[in-house]
């Protein structure tokens, strides 16, 4: 399988880095099977001359065979809705899992959860509203482990 990553740079050696905002999945390596949307989180992270990147990989699947991993339904669910609400606020909040694949919390979802989160709606009107849209994936990888199913194949140069 082929994943990418969208980055300011180049990224031949996949690193776990301790984010400076809350993400839906947590702290871990993010990478998608859509070139576009990895394209687009790549241009979201530069500005005026500078370029970004998109990351090409090959996922080893045998290999991430053996770790444990958790993959939501897309449209998601109750299990996504919770997973993501306790990544995103509850301080501390912590999983167990190498890998987690499931759809992006693009920016429509974004609106969408913030008013769950305001308790403007339920967890049944989101989990309804959610299943309007049509989601991109992710993959989330969350160990060292797990980063060992990544070989980097090349890196192709996007501008705004």
């Not at 999945?25 to 370029?51: H, I, M, N, P």
């Not at 797990?146 to 705004?160: I, R």
């Amino acid at each position: 399988m082929i994943l990418f990553h969208g980055s300011p740079q180049v990224v031949r050696e996949p690193r776990i880095l301790i984010p400076n905002r809350t993400l839906d999945y947590g702290t871990g390596f993010y990478t998608t099977t859509s070139e576009k949307q990895a394209y687009d989180w790549a241009l979201r992270r530069v500005s005026g001359e500078q370029c970004g990147y998109v990351n090409i990989f090959e996922f080893d699947e045998v290999v991430a065979a053996e770790l444990k991993r958790l993959d939501f339904a897309n449209p998601p669910g109750e299990e996504w809705v919770d997973f993501v609400y306790a990544n995103r606020n509850q301080r501390g909040f912590t999983h167990d899992n190498d890998l987690v694949y499931g759809p992006v919390a693009n920016d429509r979802v974004y609106a969408a959860f913030a008013l769950y989160e305001q308790g403007l709606l339920s967890k049944q009107e989101l989990i309804a509203e959610l299943k309007t849209y049509k989601l991109i994936d992710q993959m989330v990888f969350h160990t060292e482990e797990a980063l060992q199913c990544l070989t980097f194949m090349e890196a192709k140069e996007v501008k705004l």
